[in-house]
T-cell receptor, first 108, second 117 residues
Framework: KNEVEQSPQNLTAQEGEFITINCSYS?????LHWLQQHPGGGIVSLFM???GKKKHGRLIATINIQEKHSSLHITASHPRDSAVYIC??????????FGAGTQVVVTP | GAGVSQSPRYKVAKRGQDVALRCDPI?????LFWYQQALGQGPEFLTY????????KSGLPSDRFFAERPEGSVSTLKIQRTQQEDSAVYLC???????????????FGPGTRLTVT
């Protein structure tokens, strides 16, 4: 069983809809990262958080350390948000352990 | 161009050939990570450097894989006698302008897509 589980695996939304991606982990962590990967492979860091909530534009990330759960929300989704979103946990010194990713498609 | 760069972007190798993949991290970044991403899967850790020291190589899948960072900047991942199962995207990331390496954002390169035929 993967120690970092994401759900759903795939998600299709209409432009403007609110999107939620979930990440659960079963190990101790120092931080959790949300990453975005576009076709062609480039990975961009969206958030790094170890408690509470962070917001950047239409993106919101939350983490509950006690529940070992994090969520990534996209408000007012847009076709340019179509990408793979990956949750990764930092066990201690930057060595990341990744979830399998969530493929998001936003249709006009 | 202050980002992480990798070369080549694409590499086709015949089974049994040796390949060398290069990573140029962000200048001044102490930590450098190599990851392997198979098609349709999340990346998996291969190895980690702090400056020139390779502190963790637990993710290297076999002794055919070797990584170095001799001067603490550019790193090379070498795969000897490539096999079909080595086909993947190899990602490099750098982080942390200081020695403490936990809890710093990682900056990823574009990856090298290796196809072994």
């Amino acid at each position: 069983k993967n120690e970092v589980e994401q759900s759903p695996q795939n998600l299709t939304a209409q432009e403007g809809e609110f999107i939620t991606i979930n990440c659960s982990y079963s190990v101790g962590i120092s931080a959790l990262h949300w990453l975005q990967q576009h076709p062609g492979g480039g990975i961009v860091s969206l958030f790094m958080l170890s408690s509470g909530k962070k917001k950047h534009g239409r993106l919101i990330a939350t983490i509950n350390i006690q529940e070992k759960h994090s969520s990534l929300h996209i408000t007012a989704s847009h076709p340019r948000d179509s990408a793979v979103y990956i949750c990764a946990v930092d066990r201690s010194w930057g060595k990341l352990q990744f979830g399998a990713g969530t493929q998001v498609v936003v249709t006009p | 161009g202050a980002g992480v760069s990798q070369s080549p972007r694409y590499k086709v190798a015949k089974r049994g050939q040796d390949v060398a993949l290069r990573c140029d991290p962000i200048s001044g970044h102490v930590s450098l990570f190599w990851y392997q991403q198979a098609l349709g899967q999340g990346p998996e850790f291969l190895t980690y450097f702090q400056n020139e020291a390779q502190l963790d190589k637990s993710g290297l899948p076999s002794d055919r894989f070797f990584a170095e960072r001799p001067e603490g900047s550019v790193s090379t991942l070498k795969i000897q006698r490539t096999q079909q199962e080595d086909s993947a995207v190899y990602l490099c990331a750098s982080s942390s302008p200081r020695r403490q390496t936990a809890n710093y954002e990682q900056y990823f390169g574009p990856g090298t897509r290796l196809t072994v035929t």
